[in-house]
């Protein structure tokens, strides 16, 4: 397990990075590191554990050789949470065993939480999880699986922008928007569209 090989995931900001140890049909298993840090955590613990795992460490957004979300853009728990349903999705893992360090195990027990259905195993180093008050899980769990799998949902959809005639795009304006006049339509479109050679 000292072999490794580098991944890449596209992501709409550029990339996830990873690296790799063991055989692509072992057991999956996902690591995740600590606040400031990066996959290489994981270079001296990976050789110790069973080589019969596919043992995939990512550098979350902004760390390591992960691309940086866009310039103003905050780095939250739950958009870690959804860097990590990217990277499993990219994998096709249905089912994995989730392994986090520090912030990485916080992350891990908020994705464990909000997608049981995915992970067989829970392993935390240096972390107590997610913890949250029992009269706020229902609601919790409900809202934010809804925004993290609405967001990859609309990215799996996402199409080059396609060229409208100016009555076809306030046709369409109008029709997503009842309650707006032809003339608050346009207005609208005129800040709301750009102009191109093709509409």
């Known amino acids: 397990l000292g072999m490794f090989s580098e991944l890449k995931f596209p992501v709409p900001w550029g990339h996830v990075a990873a690296k790799a140890w063991g055989p692509a049909d ?9 606040w400031l840090d990066n996959a290489n955590t994981f270079d001296k613990l990976i050789p110790l554990l069973p080589g019969d795992c596919y043992y995939v460490a990512m550098d979350f957004s902004g760390h390591g050789l992960s691309s940086h979300r866009p310039a103003g853009s905050p780095y939250h728990f739950l958009d870690y949470v959804s ?12 089912q994995f065993t989730l392994m986090g360090h520090s912030m990485g195990g916080s992350v891990a027990g908020m994705f464990c939480f909000l997608y049981p259905e995915m992970v067989d195993k829970l392993i935390l180093l240096e972390n107590l ?3 949250l008050a029992p009269e706020d899980t ?3 769990l409900k809202a934010k699986r809804m ?10 959809k996402q199409q080059a922008p396609k060229a409208w ?6 046709q369409r304006l109008l029709e997503a928007n009842r309650h707006l006049t032809a003339e608050g339509g346009a207005i609208l479109l005129q800040r709301g569209a750009t102009e191109t050679p093709a509409g």
Request: glycine share 6%; charged share 25%.
């Open 26 to 34: 072992g057991h999956p298993v996902l690591c995740l590191h600590g």
């Open 83 to 94: 860097d990590v349903r990217r990277v499993a999705a990219a994998l096709q893992w249905r």
């Open 129 to 131: 999880g997610f913890l």
């Open 138 to 140: 229902e609601a919790w």
């Open 147 to 156: 925004v993290i799998d609405r967001l990859l949902s609309l990215e799996a």
């Open 165 to 170: 005639s100016r009555e076809a795009a306030l």
